[in-house]
C-alpha cells in the first residue's frame, strides 16, 4: 500500500485466517459491540457514535433521544490515552479489544486466559501464571508478574513481531502504545506477599 508515511506491506488473509480470530465465541464481528462503539462520533464529538448510528439508518433500537439517554450510564471502552480512566482500565480495555475474541471460554486460543472486559482480573488466569507457550527465556517468567513487566510474558508477546506473538495475525508491526499502557499497568500491580512454608 502507498500511505503517506510511506510503503506498508498489506498481508491478505486466507478465510481459514480470518475464522481464527473471527469465531463464534467472537460473534464474528469483532469490535461491533455497544461498549467499543460507545464514544464520540469521529467527525463530530459532541455526538455518540451510536446515537449517530441510529441517526443514519445503520442501527434501530429506538429514537435517538432514548439512545442517548441509555448510553450515559453504559459501559464503554476509555482510548489508550484517555488519562480520565484509571490505568487498569485502559489496560483491561486493550486486551479486551485486541485479545478476548480468542481468549475467552470457546475462543480461538488455546490457553487458559478469559481477557473478556466483563471477567473479574482475578478470575482472568493472568496473574502470576506459568505461561504455557513458552518463556521467551524470561526469568522466572509468568504472564503476568505484578510490578515487573520485564518478567512478564505478555509485554514480550505483544511488543515482538516473531512467532509467539500476539496476535498471531493480522499484524506485521507492534502496537507500541498499547504496549506501554500494559507495562506501566503490569508495574503499578503489587505482588502478593509470599506466604510463610
Not at 481468549?103 to 487458559?112: D, Y
Amino acid at each position: 500500500l502507498n500511505l503517506p508515511e510511506g510503503p506498508r506491506p498489506w498481508l491478505v488473509p486466507s478465510r481459514s485466517d480470518c475464522l481464527v480470530c473471527h469465531s463464534r465465541a467472537a460473534n464474528f464481528a469483532l469490535s461491533l459491540n455497544s461498549r467499543q462503539l460507545n464514544r464520540p462520533a469521529p467527525d463530530e464529538p459532541a455526538v455518540n457514535q451510536i446515537v449517530r448510528l441510529n441517526q443514519e439508518g445503520l442501527i434501530n433500537s429506538g429514537s435517538a433521544s432514548w439512545i442517548a439517554d441509555k448510553l450515559e450510564s453504559a459501559p464503554r471502552f476509555p482510548s489508550l490515552t484517555d488519562t480520565n480512566a484509571t490505568l487498569e482500565a485502559r489496560a483491561r480495555t486493550y486486551l479486551a479489544v485486541n485479545c478476548a475474541h480468542c481468549h475467552v471460554h470457546e475462543g480461538g486460543g488455546n490457553s487458559a486466559m478469559d481477557l473478556a472486559a466483563t471477567t473479574s482480573l482475578k478470575n482472568t488466569r493472568l496473574i502470576d501464571q506459568i505461561p504455557q507457550h513458552g518463556t521467551f527465556n524470561l526469568k522466572e517468567a509468568r504472564i503476568i508478574t505484578p510490578g515487573s513487566p520485564s518478567r512478564s510474558v505478555l509485554i514480550s508477546r505483544t511488543a515482538l513481531r516473531i512467532p509467539g506473538q500476539m496476535p498471531p495475525l493480522g499484524t506485521i508491526r507492534a502496537d507500541p502504545e498499547g504496549t506501554k499502557v500494559l507495562a506501566q499497568w503490569i508495574s503499578s500491580l503489587k505482588p502478593e506477599p509470599r506466604k510463610e512454608k
